[in-house]
T-cell receptor, first 112, second 114 residues
Framework: QKEVEQDPGPLSVPEGAIVSLNCTYS??????FMWYRQYSRKGPELLMY????GNKEDGRFTAQVDKSSKYISLFIRDSQPSDSATYLC????????????FGSGTRLLVRP | NAGVTQTPKFQVLKTGQSMTLQCAQD?????MYWYRQDPGMGLRLIYY???????DKGEVPNGYNVSRLNKREFSLRLESAAPSQTSVYFC?????????????FGDGTRLSIL
């Protein structure tokens, strides 16, 4: 079993739709949960960063963590064509480990 | 504010050739990382440097060497390139070590080995 599972997509939605992106993980030691956005031919950029279970909102983006189910989600409201990108979930432990463990990414296409 | 700068952006090599990928950050970060990104595989850590003067292996270090030249610069060297090393290479940095610190990435070097 992979440590992180993420559906590669592509996910195609019309402009204005609510988008739900998800990752599951198996390592119960993960304490930090991140979402990165990666545009074509660019490096990943941090979008959302959360610690522990619950929701975190930033504009049109909401990150949700359910540690009991080992499941994280990213919701995008009022999606725009500029949101078209690959979204990577990432996880790390609370200890001094350097490691970020990444999902393989979900490709999102928002159609005008 | 440049952040993390990688050079070159693109490179084509022949099998057996050597090459050094350069990375520099201007954020005064202590820790730096090299990843490779392959389709369906996500980002995999090759090497990292927790601080100036130290380097450690990541998940896929075979075939690579690194040098932390100073606090700003962290280079990745392929001594004898192989087709399996065709990939997109990303450099990243964080202020310090520890899982609580999100990483800042450069825009990558696209490397093809024929």
């Amino acid at each position: 079993q992979k440590e992180v599972e993420q559906d590669p997509g592509p996910l195609s939605v019309p402009e204005g739709a609510i988008v739900s992106l998800n990752c599951t993980y198996s390592n119960s030691a993960f304490q930090y949960f991140m979402w990165y956005r990666q545009y074509s031919r660019k490096g990943p950029e941090l979008l959302m960063y959360t610690y522990s279970s619950g929701n975190k909102e930033d504009g049109r983006f909401t990150a949700q963590v359910d540690k009991s189910s080992k499941y994280i989600s990213l919701f995008i409201r009022d999606s725009q064509p500029s949101d078209s990108a690959t979204y990577l979930c990432a996880f790390s432990r609370m200890d001094s480990s350097y490691k970020l463990i990444f999902g393989s990414g979900t490709r999102l296409l928002v159609r005008p | 504010n440049a952040g993390v700068t990688q050079t070159p952006k693109f490179q084509v090599l022949k099998t057996g050739q050597s090459m050094t990928l350069q990375c520099a950050q201007d954020m005064n970060h202590n820790s730096m990382y090299w990843y490779r990104q392959d389709p369906g595989m996500g980002l995999r850590l090759i090497y990292y440097s927790a601080s100036e003067g130290t380097t450690d292996k990541g998940e896929v270090p075979n075939g690579y060497n690194v040098s932390r030249l100073n606090k700003r610069e962290f280079s990745l060297r392929l001594e004898s390139a192989a087709p399996s090393q065709t990939s997109v290479y990303f450099c990243a940095s964080t202020p310090g070590t520890g899982g609580s610190q999100p990483q800042h990435f450069g825009d990558g070097t696209r490397l093809s080995i024929l």
